[in-house]
């Protein structure tokens, strides 16, 4: 299956904010357009994937 919706879980693991997204999974990786946290962290993340 290609280009599966999933609601994704995004906690900042500095700051400790929590985003929730809707994004697509294409080939392995999922693209939900989630650049930074308000703190300006790019890259630490606890991050949780859902089935919509
Ligand atoms: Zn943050």
């Given at each position: 299956?290609?280009?599966?919706?999933?609601?994704?879980?995004?906690?900042?693991?500095?700051?400790?904010?929590?985003?929730?997204?809707?994004?697509?999974?294409?080939?392995?990786?999922?693209?939900?357009?989630?650049?930074?946290?308000l703190?300006?962290?790019?890259?630490?993340?606890?991050?949780?994937?859902?089935?919509?």
């Amino acid at each position: 299956m290609e280009n599966m919706r999933v609601k994704v879980r995004i906690r900042c693991n500095q700051c400790g904010e929590k985003f929730v997204l809707r994004g697509k999974r294409e080939k392995g990786r999922i693209d939900t357009g989630f650049k930074q946290c308000l703190c300006n962290n790019t890259e630490d993340f606890e991050i949780e994937e859902q089935m919509v």
